[in-house]
């Protein structure tokens, strides 16, 4: 399995739980591969924190419009002395909103696992909502044994020789430079509905990219 690299400046970092696809798996995962669960402030975004109970994991704050998450269960948390933050916004969703907190509380690092799963229009909108916001935080997603990250310019990655490197455009990145890739790009052009640059292979224990401009989701996972 493989890890983005670390940041070499040590930045405020947090880890936000949407209402998507969970396991204890997916916590697992992250506490492998980033730091344990007990050493990061959670965010969780309202129904989430159904699963983070029966999971057994307590989170700093829940927060959203409060309309899935189990009264039991912030009943439970407030005994906890769990920040309950209602938004009732409907013009944001719960990732936003989750977000939004994150950054009046200065992290920069923001981890994200849950993204997906229960409904298409959900997920898509997250996907819009990460990229809202991929200027004021790193921003990486933890997905069915994926790690991924938002990146805008150069960036430098650490993985196994022989993982999956996909590389999605959101819509469109010019100028897509990479080496250390099986299939390597060379000032190309991707863009969503036109070329993708999915299914890629990492050729060893690190790989570069590139973009003039543009975003492009990387997304890295075991083969």
Partial sequence: MSNVRRQTVKMKECL???????????????????????????IACDGASDFLKTAGVIPNVIIGDLDSVKPETLKYFLK???????????????????????????????????????????????FSILKKFHRKAKIKIYE?????????????????AGDIVSLIPL????????????????NGTLEFGVREGALNESAGKNFYVRIKQGLLLVLIGSA
């Avoid at 990732?95 to 409904?119: H, P, Q, T, Y």
Wanted: glycine letters at 8%; aromatic letters at 6%; one cysteine or more.
């Fill in 144 to 160: 069915n044994g994926f790690i991924g990250e938002l990146i805008g310019k150069s960036a430098e990655f650490e993985c196994n």
């Fill in 171 to 186: 819509p469109k990145a010019v100028g897509v430079n990479t080496i250390g890739l099986k299939y390597p790009l060379m």
């Fill in 16 to 42: 936000i739980v949407c209402n998507g696809h969970l396991t204890k798996k997916e916590l697992s995962q992250f506490a492998k591969f980033n730091k344990p669960l007990r050493a990061i402030t959670i």
């Fill in 80 to 126: 906890k002395k769990v920040i309950i933050n209602k938004v009732t916004d409907q013009n944001r969703n719960d990732l936003e909103k989750a977000i939004m907190f994150a950054l009046s509380k200065n992290f920069r690092v923001i981890n994200i696992i849950g993204l997906s799963g229960k409904r298409l229009d959900h997920t898509l909108n997250n």
